[in-house]
């Protein structure tokens, strides 16, 4: 299992804090080009929710939303916020063929120890319908290391995860890079891949 306990904790602990320092009332473009591309009441899955602001803009653009996140305490504050149905769960948790036409993981991969990678990715491809749009967010670099506040993280070059994504089947459409000052208060880069089924 891909799940590191010692992360999903900390999320847990700091979930109003996350919320608190990530809310913006500003719709993210990315977020909007998503759903944009996905068809009018499509299924759209949030693998890796957190506190749900994402999730609860696809729901109120129109989409039917599934919404999953390992930690309890951010499945509990989406709830909360924005009357979101949550479930409980992990990468492994995506499963079935052809069932969402787009999937949402925004820099939740990055907790999934690298050797799991090629099957999350496998999963989340079976999981699409055809032509079904992904995108996927991580820190770019190399290696697996922990932050100052403990969580677990798995670094990608572009390279690395466009070569896994065509593994996976996919076709990378766009990329974007950045930098952005994270929950530790650590500036890092950050790559971010869309790509289609």
Known sequence: MSVDRQTVDLYTEKAADYAARFHSDEPSPRLEAFIDALPEGG??????CGTGSAAARMR???LTVTAIDASPGMAALARERFGLDVTVGTFDDVTGSDIYDGIWASFSLLHADRADMPRHLAAIHRALKPGGRFVIGLKSGEGTRRDALGRRYTYYTEDELKDLLAAAGFTPEKTETGSGKGLDGTVAP????TAHA
């Open 60 to 62: 109120d653009r129109g």
């Open 43 to 48: 299924h759209a899955l949030d693998l890796g």
């Open 190 to 193: 950050w790559i971010v891949v």
